[in-house]
């Protein structure tokens, strides 16, 4: 498994979450990490990107709300999801892009926000 996602579950609205990827070393030439989530008879869409030089971007339902960061040294990428909202729960995907044109997908992980 070359990335793992993991920290998904169920919080009430207003509530927070922290999802977490494991990226395989075995990666080489990585030029973008993002998360992606998809909602149920919608299409995936991209929620937060960290470029290689550290460079974020997020969706704009989630700006202020979501923040992507990354641990070098235990190579994990992260997306802290605060003030969630109903319209948040959806599977939630890590990514990889490399230089090389290959691009790595996680497992999914769901998150549900409901009262």
């Known amino acids: 498994v070359q990335l793992q996602a993991c920290g998904g579950g169920s919080v009430q609205p207003g509530g927070s979450l922290r999802l977490s990827c494991a990226i395989s070393r075995s990666i080489r030439g990585i030029n973008s990490r993002a998360w992606y989530r998809q909602a149920p008879g919608k299409e995936r869409e991209l929620v937060a990107i960290m470029t290689g030089g550290g460079i974020t971007n997020y969706a704009d339902s989630v700006k202020g709300r979501f923040s992507i960061s990354r641990d070098i040294s235990a190579n994990t990428l992260y997306l802290q999801m605060n003030s969630l909202r109903p319209e948040d729960t959806a599977v939630y995907y890590c990514?990889?892009?490399?230089?090389?044109?290959?691009?790595?997908w996680g497992q999914g992980t769901l998150v549900t926000v409901s009262s």
């Open positions: 990514n990889v892009k490399t230089v090389y044109s290959r691009d790595f």
